[in-house]
């Protein structure tokens, strides 16, 4: 079975500091690994993919098969990054994801 | 916005009471999949579909229904048997790129039952 995880249902972080949301996964195969972000009063969107090895908004994931982990990285978090963030993992070929249980990022001033 | 719609954004039912959650896509996309939200819980995925006429239970289907007679449209029922249904329910469509798979979110109905 598929499972994802955050540790962290919680992380708070004065605005320039470095930050760091945590996500390993558990799946026999290749994975898709994927960040969505839900701003307050807004709905839930794609952040970035592994797949595309892209940066959006100043961030980062790397994919670690090793340790089968999935990272979400910013050098330096502004106030604006403040949200929910979850971590997602699909199955190669499949349309379904499987969540984790997300992160509260709170940046203050 | 649009692309992907949910109506309505709340909902109130009573117990023993069946309701209906709407959810339509122009989007072209083949597959569409509903959610539960809950506190703490993340997503939790009820039924999906990858084509018109088919559909698949997720996690946690029991206490709900589906159909898929068109492309644009895949509506939930949450039936009187769905134990705890109190909570923001969020409909997806996806495709497949070679980008990989993305999943669209609708905005999510917030359904209270009294």
């Known amino acids: 079975a598929q499972r994802v995880t955050q540790p962290e249902k919680l992380l708070s972080v004065f605005k320039g500091a470095p930050v760091e949301l945590k996500c390993n996964y558990s799946y026999s195969g290749s994975p898709e690994l994927f960040w969505y972000v839900q701003y307050s009063r807004q709905r839930l969107q794609l952040l970035l993919r592994h797949i595309s090895r892209e940066s959006i908004k100043g961030f980062t994931a790397d994919l670690n098969k090793g340790e089968t982990s999935f990272h979400l990285k910013k050098p330096f978090a502004q106030e604006e990054d403040s949200a929910m963030y979850y971590c997602a993992l699909s199955g190669s070929g499949y349309s379904t994801l499987t969540f984790g249980k997300g992160t509260m990022l709170l940046v203050s001033p | 916005d649009g692309g992907i719609t949910q109506s309505p954004k709340y909902l109130f039912r009573k117990e023993g009471q069946n309701v209906t959650l709407s959810c339509e896509q122009n989007?072209?996309?083949?597959?569409m999949h509903w959610y539960r939200q809950d506190p703490g819980q993340g997503l939790r995925l009820i039924y999906y579909s990858q084509i018109v006429n088919d559909f698949q239970k997720g996690d946690i289907a029991e206490g709900y229904s589906v159909s898929r007679e068109k492309k644009e449209s895949f509506p939930l029922t949450v039936t009187s048997a769905q134990k705890n249904p109190t909570a923001f329910y969020l409909c997806?469509?996806?495709?497949?790129?070679?980008?990989?798979?993305?999943?669209?979110f609708g905005p999510g109905t917030r359904l209270t039952v009294l």
């Open positions: 997806a469509s996806s495709t497949r790129t070679r980008g990989g798979n993305e999943q669209f």
């Open positions: 989007l072209n996309h083949d597959a």
